[in-house]
């Protein structure tokens, strides 16, 4: 005969269904609210919850969702039976009044055990008990089982036809592989237990961390400030500082007492104070700062740092006001100076102006006509002098001639005399030979005629031409009389002293000699004059040269003037402009506002990380020590032989795993939403609830399929979880979580920037935090899959599992 | 040879396999009847798993091929699955499930559910003395209903074709009573089976066909009573007398035993009777010493085995 006796569901498996239950009605109102059918939405879903709550223990034969899982059941006690929906309301509808179920959770507590009696107030009204199915105690007995025994079993196992009605339906093996899934994790208590807890856990943890303040209050600085230190009033530095209330300022007397503070983690910072440097003067200023700690020592430092730079605003802005008030006065100086710049234009453009009067003066004397003329009289002087000289000359053979003449006069004179004489005596003869013409005529006249009349011819004609010559010869008497005169005057012009020609050639000569002379100073003259027009023209050359260049230069020194009056008014122009800003505006001329581009405080963000750090160890390690169980314990090899085909039975595998993923995902959320509601955290998830648990769904697949991948290669539980850490740990450092990703090798950060862990926190951070939708995050989703579904592949061929 | 009344249902041609340089396997060609029971004998390392794992379709062979049903494994592996079953030597369950929820999970992998699958998993539960256990969690049961829910989880689909590895080491004799019954119950409904085994006993109890196997060999494949007809030498008979005999009595004995050998070891006389030396011979022995006066304090007939039809198929025992 075989009895069963119950053992009472003890008081954390009572309490932990109870919580699962109550997730599971939570899930019903959000499933409600996120479909917003109608304004009414809202309260239906509350509606199902409630109902659900109060019929739970008569839903699955005696189990609700939660005690299903936790392998409780509710049963009558006068027949064991499991407990009907009715039995259910009664039991449960006292954990309608508020408070009610503290109370529960007290009165099984105080109840000694897990004895039977281990009933609740309500448990009495319905008269149930809720007992342990795996504390069964069976007494073994022979082989025959009691008649009433195996009725009793029979009853039990005869289940509920609406699951066997469902149990039917076709495409269920997977769910039901899922469903194994989740049994294998639910039978790892402590598993179990700590997947779930994780996740309150860590939303404490959080809400704990970030619940402090958003900002440093305080930062303890240590702080050496010799007063030695040149042109530093180190008082008025140490007031600022103080007087800013984030710096607790602790003063030493030497840099090395500053560094140990640090060390001995009195002080975040240290200040030490040193002489200004040789260049420019600037304050030097060492801020030391721990860093051995990552995040913390930047916003200590950052925290020191904006308070010195905040003191080196206050020190310029002095600074700007002192020489904001020499300013005006320099105005005043250029503008002076801008005047006499005026003035000094002026001048040169008048000088400008004499000059090209000048040039224009310079221009009319034509140098070239006067070295032209000078030289055209220089050859005219030469030529003048050589007409001289050949006057001269001529003067002399002019003299020389009127002494030729003169001696040829005197002997024409002589001559002309001699041939007067010769004359007369010619004219003697003649007349004789006309007195003989005229005796010969009386001869001819003698002669016969034709030759007289010939010959009186010839003879008149003789005497005719006698009596030409004879008249000739007179005349050429008479003519060398006068020409005997002519040469005696000629001869007494010649020689007249003073008077005469010869005199007055030899005195033209003097005159000539003198006017050679005077032409010989003369040409000197021209000479000099030429040299000095030459001078002249290379002076004026010279001058026109320099007169253009003065101008050029005028113009150059003008325009640089100008320039200079433009600079000036344009300095001044600054200088006003300067005056007009505010030494305050100089000295820090930016109002830095920070402003969030996402309504999100710093819980809101670290969640997102937080859910995917907790899927990310949770799926590997259970994925993989599940699998790993699976193939040790011969299980995997039995359903790997079964009819269903490997996909389905890894697809089951996964969705059950994605299951469990998603309850510790909503417990995190509706963690959230009860902080947000019901605290002061003010954590808003941006996205919808739907996007949310899309990419945890994508999120969890990757990781799922990660887990699959370490498990291939591993034979025990401690080796999947040392290559699951192998796995984690780096992807963890190199996620962005602990160090920027920017400050990492480029190479590094493109790798980084893929990696599993890093794209899921973009994906999660995205949704959660900026309300992105995974349709825009495209790239994200085909680096989890593409990995994810390659892994699946490779665990379905990989015919080395067994 | 398959005889007309019963067909091959398991046939492997020539197969063989190696894992690096070692041959487990070296073209081994066996058949299976219908509705047999057939045994896989041979010491450790054998091949036998190896084996049973190339004919469950567990592992690729080599070279060869098998067919079940007709059909070729590899090709139509997926479609003779349904049909086959493995009971391994180790546990293959889980182990932090219940009894009812490991037979219900197996039985949905095979497409069974519903009433069907509640009717098997009731008749299994009843049958293998599970009941009882339904609801206690596997890694909580006792070695023995761990091994009887292994043969469970193995039927739950109703298989044709059962391969049992080793199913009875280390349990004990009780429990091994009760899977001899159980693997007679299956062959009374039908089934067809194949047990590998390093148990003499076991493989002359239940086994309709012994193949033994060693060094990844197929030595010889028969039945157990030929295979010792053949194979197992002689009976011996030894008889313990009172006092030591005289060689005169010795050589006597030989002369009218011939053919099987008689040895004197102190007070006993060691006879190994040849085959044609029938049971009828050991009443003769028995009198004939007696005749030459001497007392018989004890007699013992050790039949041949199949230890050894091995040793002498292979010069050295199961156990080695």
New interface residues.
Partial sequence: M?EINYIGGGLWKRTAAFIADSLVALAIILVFWQLNLSIYSINLGGLIAVVYMLCKDGLLSGQSIGKKLLNLKTIKISNSQPARIWDSILRNCIFLIPGTELIAFFQIALAKGKNPDTRRVGDGLAKTMVVD??E?I?A??P?E?SKKA?EK??KE?R?NPLF??I??LPG??VF??AL?EL??IK??KAGLLTALTLAVVVMATLALSFGGNNAITQVDVAIYAPKSVKDFNIDYFKQSLSKSGLVKMHNFNSKEKVLESIKKRESKVGIVVNNPESKFGKYVIDLYYDNSSISSSAIFFEVAKSQVQNIGYSMSQSLLKEIWGELGQINKDLGNEVSRIDDFILKLDESDRKLNQLEADLNELNIADAKGALSRQSEKISQFNEKIDEFDSELDGFLATIEDMNSKINATRTKVAAYKVKIAKSQGDIGYLSARLSSTRQTIEQSPEPARTELLGVVDDINAQINEVQTELSGVYTDLSGIEVDLAEFSAKINQPETGIRAKLQKNKQDIQALKTDISETQNDLNKMEVFVNKLDQTLSEVKTLIANSKEQKKEVGAKLKESKRMIGSFMDSLKELGRISPEFLADPLILNKIQVFKVERLGIAVPIALVLLLLLTTILLTGVSFVD?RN???Y???V?????KSI?FAGKILGQLIFALIQAAIIIALLLLLDNFTNYKITIAGSLIEVFLAIVLVSFAFINWGLLISNFTKNQGTTILMSLLFIIPMLFLSGVIMPLELMNPIIQGFAQVLPLTVSITMLSEVMVKGNTIGNLGFEAIVLLIPAFAILALTLLN?NL? | MPSKEKKAIVVAEKVSKKFGSFAALSDISIYILENEVFGLLGPNGAGKSTLSKILMGMMDADSGNVRFFGADLKKQHSLIKGKVAIVPQDIAAFYSFSVKQNLDFFGTLYGIKGQELKKRREYLLEWLQLKQFENRKVENLSGGYQRLLNIACSLVHDPRVIFFDEPTVGLDPKMRKLFWEIIETLKDDGKTICITTHYMDEAEHLCDRVGIINQGKLLVCESPKKLIEEYGGFKVLVVMLEKIPESDFVEALKRILIGSEVTSLGNAIVIALSQEHSLEKISMITDFINAKGYEIKSSTLREPELEDVFINLTGRKLKD
């Fill in positions: 075989v199915l795996n069964q069976i073994e007995g082989k089982l195996l079993t029979k196992s289940g066997e009605k149990d039917e269920l093996t039901k592989i194994k049994n294998l039978s790892q699976e314990q011969g299980a090899s039995r359903m032989l079964s009819t269903t085909p039975l015919k067994r």
